[in-house]
């Protein structure tokens, strides 16, 4: 079965700052889909960044970027120049492909990130 | 584009009553919708996929009597959690994805469901 492990509950890192946030996942699949969701106190998910497995090139998406190892199963996060928005629950989730609209996601426990002033 | 509504945002109601919830998709047509189910502080469980016009599929250990899911239209899927007890109360949240993005699901704001 496929799994998402986030072993970090809770982050922090100042205003400006770099962190990085950790995923790890287990499938037998060769082509899947992951994904980090932002959920902030409004507690509505928003799409962060996505990567497909067969892409090799990191997904990046304004200051938010994805190291992709796959043969290692890791998918972690990078947020520069961190920003007080920034604050909220981070999760990993992973898709796989079925071919149809049925795309099912596993999430990761989360990873709630504080931003200092 | 792609919006999805939930409503209501929050209700109270009293413990051996039913409540509906309602998930649509505003500028779409929602191929298949997900139910989750979210505690304080906690990750999204999901508790059942629905296919427009077809039978929800329930993920294991999710009560198919107690949480009723109808998949009405390509714009709509309730949930109705029946004969509710403090223990059902939770954060519900639901998402639509479509055929033409397969690969991203959108995601409704959520309902608070308190039971006294």
């Known amino acids: 079965a496929q799994t998402v492990t986030q072993s970090q509950p809770e982050m922090s890192v100042q205003e400006a700052e770099t962190v990085t946030l950790s995923c790890t996942y287990d499938?037998?699949?060769?082509?899947?889909?992951l994904f980090w969701y932002k959920q902030p106190p409004s507690r509505q998910m928003i799409l962060v960044i996505r990567?497909?497995?067969?892409?090799?090139q990191n997904a990046t998406e304004n200051r938010f970027s994805v190291n992709f190892q796959k043969a290692a199963k890791s998918f972690s996060l990078k947020i520069s120049d961190s920003q007080l928005g920034d604050a909220a629950m981070y999760f990993c989730?992973?898709?796989?492909?079925?071919?149809?609209?049925?795309?099912?996601?596993?999430f990761g426990t989360g990873t709630l990130l504080a931003v200092q002033p | 584009g792609a919006v999805v509504s939930q409503h209501p945002s929050w209700v109270i109601c009293k413990s051996g009553t039913s409540v509906k919830i309602e998930c649509r998709s505003l500028?779409?047509?929602?191929?298949?919708m997900f139910w989750y189910r979210q505690f304080p502080k906690q990750s999204l469980m999901l508790m059942a996929t629905?296919?427009?016009?077809?039978?929800?599929?329930?993920e294991q250990g999710v009560e198919k009597d107690k949480f009723l899911i109808n998949h009405a239209s390509l714009t709509l899927s309730t949930l109705t959690v029946t004969s509710a007890h403090p223990e059902d109360s939770s954060f519900y949240i639901c998402s639509a994805g479509t055929i033409q993005s397969y690969n991203e699901q959108f995601f409704g704001p959520g309902t608070r469901l308190t039971v006294l």
């Open positions: 629905s296919n427009e016009g077809s039978k929800a599929t329930y």
């Open positions: 500028d779409f047509q929602a191929t298949t």
């Open positions: 989730a992973y898709r796989v492909p079925d071919g149809g609209a049925t795309n099912k996601l596993i």
């Open positions: 990567q497909e497995a067969y892409k090799q």
């Open positions: 499938t037998s699949e060769s082509d899947y889909y």
